[in-house]
């Protein structure tokens, strides 16, 4: 599967969870072949320039909720890379963990809360 149709089946399941929510995160191994690279230069296509979320198996200490947190969190000790899109009512994260047999990369969607308008803006 290429990188392009592995992303297009991950966008419509974004697409789909904006209307029905889910609160757990919901993570997928990416297919043979496709890296870390490919997945964050397919979503990135998608979604604008991602935020660095952890680099080096270092997560960005600064992470709360409102700025990813919910994408490097079901990962723990395993998480080696993780960049991160904000869409909508989603986190979109595209990272590589630590497994027994290697490295592996996935995508993350995790619910992200959705921001109300400032005060005085007009819908």
């Known amino acids: 599967m290429t990188p392009c149709a592995f992303v297009a089946i991950v ?3 974004v697409e789909d969870q ?5 609160d757990a995160p919901v993570i997928y191994d990416a297919p043979d072949g496709v890296s870390l690279a490919d997945l964050v230069a397919e979503v990135t296509r998608w979604a604008g320039r991602p935020r660095n979320l952890a680099a080096g198996g270092f997560a960005d200490p600064t992470l ?3 700025t990813g947190l919910a ?3 079901p990962f723990g000790a395993q998480l080696l890379e993780m960049r991160g899109w904000a869409y909508r009512s989603r986190w979109i994260g595209c990272g590589e963990i630590a ?4 490295t592996k990369p996935v995508v993350v969607l995790a619910t992200r809360e959705n921001r109300s308008r400032p005060s005085g803006c007009r819908a």
Request: overall charge negative; proline content about 11%; cysteine-free.
């Open 18 to 22: 904006a209307a029905h929510p889910t």
């Open 11 to 13: 966008w419509k399941t």
């Open 99 to 102: 497994r027994p047999d290697g």
């Open 64 to 66: 709360t909720e409102n």
């Open 71 to 73: 994408l490097i969190e």
